[in-house]
């Protein structure tokens, strides 16, 4: 029973390039959560989604970044015209239920903005 | 002010040396969690905890909800505990939000 996959694990963009970050979530989890981490801080929720929708975006910035989760395929972090701040780990989770006791997580993705 | 607050940030002890985390929070929680980060990133669930105590092998988690404050210790420590250590809260009025504390950096010497 293969964890929750994120891929790439680094990623090295340009600035004004585009950044898309992928998220499988476990089997059979409809729920999936991305963090973003920014260097020497703590994790910080940017947004939840279930299949075809999203629940809760208020942690994501309201500019350039967005994120979708189709009924069929991963979920899809894209970040737009990327600047420097935005070089973080940004960590994928995923449950079964919409409750944090089952979040599992992702590997990560390192983004570097260049 | 951070709204959960771990000390120390940075912790390095000898092999076999009892390890105390702790973790502070200024908001009502309905419950805490406990989570490595090892230096490849993956970060790994180790307790949720809403009152009392848990302990898996060497771990012991404590939380005093009256106080708002939950302990992390490691008894025996090694090097392979070193990594960073993470405390983070559910928040009472959500079911999934999490909010993060900086975390812990342990390293454990030989």
């Known amino acids: 029973n293969a964890g929750v996959m994120q891929n790439p694990r680094h990623l090295v963009r340009r600035r004004g390039q585009e950044a898309r970050l992928r998220c499988s979530p476990m089997?059979?989890?409809?729920?999936v959560y991305w963090y973003r981490q920014l260097p020497e801080e703590g994790l910080k929720f940017m947004v939840y989604l279930q299949k075809e929708n999203i629940i809760d975006e208020s942690g994501m910035p309201k500019e350039r970044f967005s994120a979708e989760f189709p009924k069929e395929g991963p979920s899809i972090l894209r970040i737009q015209q990327v600047v420097r701040g935005d070089s973080a780990a940004y960590f994928c989770a995923s449950s079964l239920r919409d409750t944090s006791y089952e979040q599992y997580f992702g590997p990560g993705t390192r983004l570097t903005v260049t | 002010k951070n709204e959960v607050e771990q000390s120390p940030q940075n912790l390095t002890a000898q092999e076999g040396e009892f390890i105390t985390i702790n973790c502070s929070y200024s908001?009502?929680?309905?419950?805490l969690h406990w989570l490595q980060q090892h230096p490849g990133g993956g970060i790994v669930s180790l307790f949720m905890l809403s009152s009392g105590k848990k302990k898996h092998g060497r771990l012991i988690a404590t939380i005093n909800i009256q106080e708002k404050h939950s302990s992390l210790h490691i008894t025996a420590s090694h090097p392979r505990d070193s990594a960073v250590y993470i405390c983070?809260?559910?928040?009472?009025?959500?079911?999934?939000?999490?909010?993060w504390g900086a975390g812990t950096k342990l390293i454990i010497k030989p």
């Open positions: 089997k059979g989890h409809s729920h």
């Open positions: 908001v009502g929680i309905s419950a």
């Open positions: 983070a809260v559910n928040v009472m009025d959500s079911n999934y939000q999490l909010i």
